[in-house]
């Protein structure tokens, strides 16, 4: 459970420094947000299954 948690954080701290970054350079918004959710989703399904 604790890998879970760990992979959850990761997940949204690196979306976060995407958005950030994106943002500076003038990124649209979709292309922030869709950018965000597929980094999230991508790094918390590597921590999931690295844990299996």
């Known amino acids: 459970m604790p890998r879970l948690i760990l992979g959850t954080l990761g997940a949204i701290v690196i979306a976060l420094i995407w958005a950030v ?11 922030i947000t869709v950018g965000a959710v597929a980094i999230g989703a991508g790094v918390y399904t590597y921590v999931d299954r690295r844990s299996t």
């Not at 970054?21 to 292309?31: C, H």
Request: proline share 9%.
């Open 21 to 31: 970054f994106a943002s500076l350079m003038g990124a649209p918004s979709i292309v």
